[in-house]
Antibody, heavy 119, light 109 residues
Framework: EVQLVESGGGLIQPGGSLRLSCAAS????????MSWVRQAPGKGLEWVAI???????YYADSVKGRITISRDNTKNTLYLQMYSLRAEDTAVYYC??????????????WGKGTTVTVS | DIQMTQTPSSLSASVGDRVTITCQAS??????LNWYQQKPGKAPKLLIY???NLETGVPSRFSGSGSGTDFTFTITGLQPEDIATYYC???????????FGQGTRLEIK
């Protein structure tokens, strides 16, 4: 079964750091285009970061310089390292698998999410 | 960057109704527009990709259309289990970013 399971969320003080993990099963993280998407309480979806199968990484302007997306192919796990956390980073963070072409990217597998609270 | 405008932000309809949500992109994105459903307390779910392709397992009452800058998502024959928030989403290759619409909260009358 294709599945994504996030972990690592919690309560963290402003300025702190946190690393989220996403364990994949049923497919290879290293062969896919993986993203993190977040949702602040009562708000819409916000894309945060993406890592291409070739290893290139891209970030939303709102988190650039404070967040690093990475993966460990041997553990089939995706990570999101967050630094200098702010109250506005409080959100549910979803790990997502995407299907990408030159002009398109859609997200076909979502984890259940992990909650980060910065306070 | 490509901007996305999704309307309406909320709507209320009766069981059996036809419901329509629109997304407008600030520039031509061909047919590369996707739609997701998010039920309360749950992760989003892909319903439609590339404007009109139904994801496997998604009921046929859901459909999408459009190309260029204007896109439409339709539920034909609204069911109680369709209560959710719906989002459109696009991918901008230059720069490499992903944008979601603002969301449409759907309620049953």
């Amino acid at each position: 079964e294709v599945q994504l399971v996030e972990s690592g969320g919690g309560l963290i003080q402003p300025g702190g750091s946190l690393r989220l993990s996403c364990a994949a099963s049923g497919f290879s993280v290293g062969s896919n285009y993986m993203s993190w998407v977040r949702q602040a309480p009562g708000k819409g979806l916000e894309w945060v970061a993406i890592i291409y199968s070739g290893g290139s990484t891209y970030y939303a302007d709102s988190v650039k310089g404070r967040i690093t997306i990475s993966r460990d192919n041997t553990k089939n796990t995706l990570y999101l390292q967050m630094y200098s956390l702010r109250a506005e980073d409080t959100a549910v963070y979803y790990c997502v698998r995407g299907i990408r072409g030159y002009y398109y990217y859609y997200m076909d597998v979502w984890g259940k999410g992990t909650t980060v609270t910065v306070s | 960057d490509i901007q996305m405008t999704q309307t309406p932000s909320s709507l209320s309809a009766s069981v059996g109704d036809r419901v329509t949500i629109t997304c407008q992109a600030s520039q031509d994105i061909r047919n590369y527009l996707n739609w997701y459903q998010q039920k309360p307390g749950k992760a989003p779910k892909l319903l439609i990709y590339d404007a009109s392709n139904l994801e496997t397992g998604v009921p046929s009452r859901f459909s999408g259309s459009g190309s260029g800058t204007d896109f439409t998502f339709t539920i034909t024959g609204l069911q109680p289990e369709d209560i959710a928030t719906y989002y459109c989403q696009l991918y901008d290759n230059v720069p490499r970013t992903i944008t979601f619409g603002q969301g449409t909260r759907l309620e049953i009358k």
